[in-house]
């Protein structure tokens, strides 16, 4: 498998620091220093998680020799679809134009979908003779957050990436990859109401959630109890992926981490004992992205040219489940074409 290259698209409408802050009652420089959040792009009326999607695969077309034709699988990561049927994949694989042929599904996974999504894409690939996929990305949480509510809405926004993986390309590999889910944590990332054990009504009794229900259909995060997940298990998943590769600290160039917040980030860096200058971030420009935080600090490893023969990357998603999914992508010439 290789990961050929990486476009984004983000929503028309940005928020300053001020802005968001005044929409939750934060403190200005709480968000901007703790949260690290200078600014993030969230989606306004009448864009959807398909046409965000849809802008970033466009771009990225543009910058490969390929076409919508040469496309034989579409992996849509998002837990935040425009509906619950059908799933974005299908709509995305419409609007783009995918031969009818083309094999897609949504991978329900948030902050750790871009790893456990390339995984997926490369196993797909090798099974059934594929040479090219797109690997998508986007969750739109500001469809789901309460705008009071600054243990969201001071965090998230919104972006879409479209990633090109070939079976047989050259640009990159993936190795030491390594996964886990502590499902007993899950509720600390949720949304109470929506699914079949809360549905809009219960059929048997006539009983159930009604639209009016607000609460119950918004994002909920109780942002201690992730926090003390990543650091207590994120370290470990980054020296078991290192030991799976054959690998050292030092043997890195560049650490993509999920960018849950500029805190939590420096925090997760000095339990792994990363030096500080090899930790990417992109959260100031973007807030929290979700799935497409990863993508977007790759992204911006290639179009600023620090990508080099044999150049090391390792990228660890985490979060919504709560699940984790560390691996290190190794560059070959990335920018000697």
């Known amino acids: 498998m290789s990961l050929e290259a990486v476009a984004s698209a983000v929503p028309a409408l940005h928020q300053t620091v001020e802005e ?4 939750c009652d934060a403190d200005v420089e709480f968000v901007r220093t703790k949260v690290g959040v200078a600014g993030r792009y969230i989606m306004g009326p009448g864009e959807t998680g398909i046409g965000l999607a849809d802008a970033a695969c466009t771009k990225l077309f543009t910058q490969t020799d390929l076409t919508a034709a040469d496309i034989g699988l579409l992996v849509f990561v998002t837990q935040n679809p425009d509906r619950r049927l059908p799933n974005n994949a299908a709509g995305l694989a419409h609007a783009l134009g995918l031969p009818k042929t083309v094999a897609s599904f949504d991978l329900s996974l948030g902050c750790s979908g871009f790893v456990y999504g390339l995984s997926v894409t490369e196993a797909f690939l090798q099974a059934h003779g594929i040479e090219n996929a797109l690997l998508v990305t986007c969750d739109p949480y500001s469809r789901i957050m309460a705008p009071e509510d600054k243990a969201t809405n001071a965090v998230f926004g919104d972006a879409a990436t479209a990633t090109l993986v070939t079976r047989s390309g050259t ?7 390594d996964f886990g889910t502590d499902g007993g944590g899950g509720d600390a990332i949720r949304i109470d109401a929506g699914g079949a054990a809360a549905p809009l009504v219960a059929l048997d009794t006539g009983d159930g959630l009604q639209t009016g229900d607000r609460d119950a259909h918004r994002l909920i995060m109780e942002g201690r109890a992730v926090f003390n997940f990543v650091n207590a298990t994120i370290p470990s998943s980054i020296a078991n992926s290192l030991t799976k590769a054959d690998l ?4 890195i160039d560049w650490f993509a981490l999920h960018q849950g917040s500029e805190y939590m980030l420096d925090s997760l860096a000095r ?3 990363i030096p500080g200058e090899k930790v990417l971030k992109n959260i100031a420009t973007y807030g929290n992205t979700v799935s497409s935080t990863i993508p977007l600090l790759v992204e911006q490893l290639l179009a600023q040219g620090k990508l080099d023969s044999r150049s090391r990357v390792l990228i660890s998603g985490f979060g919504v489940g709560l699940s984790w999914a560390t691996g290190v992508l190794t560059f070959s010439g990335a920018n000697d074409d």
Not at 20 to 23: L, V
Not at 171 to 177: D, E, H, Q, V
Not at 248 to 251: E, K, S
């Open 271 to 273: 339990r792994s004992r």
């Open 20 to 23: 968001i802050a005044a929409q």
């Open 248 to 251: 050292t600290l030092d043997d």
């Open 171 to 177: 640009r990159s590999a993936l190795s030491g990859l």
